[in-house]
């Protein structure tokens, strides 16, 4: 699986376990790429930076501690949450 791929299943994932904190399948797979992020990607961290109108903004450090941000639409990103109904119009805030 490419980075940019792994990296916006993670973001996707790590969404929906904030939205759902007692849901423990979405827990086990933000994991689950994390793990892809760590041992497939060689990445040290990675995080989700910050938010605007348009997009999310995720960092990520690795194996030699460059540090990159890159950014997902955040309609895109969010997609998920909308389909499971756990988005409200706070979430845009």
Known sequence: MRLLDSLF??????????ARPDDGAARETVLFF????????????FQIESKDELK????????????KTVWFDREAAEMLLHDMGVYTKEDEE
């Open 9 to 18: 299943y993670w973001l996707q994932m790590k969404l929906v376990s904030e």
């Open 34 to 45: 994390a793990q892809i992020l760590s041992d497939d990607h060689q990445l040290t961290s």
């Open 56 to 67: 999310w903004y995720v960092s990520y450090s690795d194996k030699d501690g460059a540090v």
